[in-house]
């Protein structure tokens, strides 16, 4: 994706309708231009639609709340719903939302236990943000956009901030596999463009098996590095994008 197509989505999905010529004028460029991506792109032809007076809409708007999200996911909520709901409601919603959204629920390989655990694990990180207003953070369970052969987004859980989309991808495991290092980043490039400019999107891998763990990783071939955490430290991964351990007694 381009910076014009990624410039064009964000203003589509940052407004409450928007005609073409009047992206043209937001961002200068010819409306033939405009038109050419606006029908061409995947994403606007996939995550963006036109409506009887020809404004245009996004499916996932770039605001907070971000309206339809949830569209397109498990569960979706805020911190504080999420928290006020017991177990077994939290798992009663998700399911049903998995099954609305096409999500496979083959529970041979223990699925269903996964879920609880990641559950447990988001459930036991928030308390631990000590002073952080999360009033407003959203949280999405099993987050999948499958629209085309284009458009491909997972990922297990997102915890949205009023400045990063933290992208947590879970494993049952206390080793480090390259193979799910991979996976945890796979999709961040993508979240990026869903997300936009405003926000930093943070990807990681919980290890929910492991114990005591906070270290960097490479991700493949490349230089660059991917946090990877046990449950019990994940906070320390907010702690270093929001600093909320600060000026804390012992810090």
Request: net charge negative; hydrophobic share 40%; proline share 4%.
């Amino acid at each position: 994706m381009d910076l014009m197509e990624r410039n064009i989505f964000a203003v589509i999905c940052s407004s409450s309708g928007i005609k073409a010529k009047d992206i043209a004028k937001r961002l200068g460029a010819e409306k033939s231009v405009i038109n050419h991506y606006l029908y061409a792109s995947p994403y606007m032809h996939e995550l963006c639609c036109q409506d009887a007076s020809y404004h245009w809409h996004g499916l996932i708007r770039q605001a907070r709340p971000h309206a339809g999200l949830g569209d397109f996911c498990g569960y979706y909520a805020t911190v504080p719903e999420f928290l006020a709901q017991s177990e077994e409601e939290w798992f009663a919603q998700l399911t049903a939302g998995c099954k609305q959204i096409g999500r496979n629920l083959n529970d041979t390989r223990g699925l269903f236990h996964s879920f609880r655990d990641t559950a447990a694990v988001m459930r036991a990180l928030f308390p631990d943000l000590y002073g952080v207003d999360y009033t407003d953070w959203e949280i999405a369970f099993e987050l999948r956009i499958k629209k085309s052969r284009f458009i491909r987004i997972y990922a297990d859980v997102l915890v949205i901030t009023d400045t990063h989309v933290f992208s947590l991808e879970f494993k049952m495991n206390d080793q480090i596999e390259t193979e799910e290092v991979l996976q945890a980043a796979k999709y961040s490039a993508y979240l990026e463009i869903l997300f936009g400019p405003d926000y930093d999107v943070i990807p990681a891998l919980v290890l929910t098996k492991a114990e005591d763990l906070y270290t960097y990783t490479p991700i493949g071939a490349t230089s660059a590095e991917l946090p990877v955490c046990s449950g019990d430290m994940l906070f320390n991964l907010f702690d270093e994008y929001l600093g909320f351990l600060d000026g804390l007694p012992g810090t």
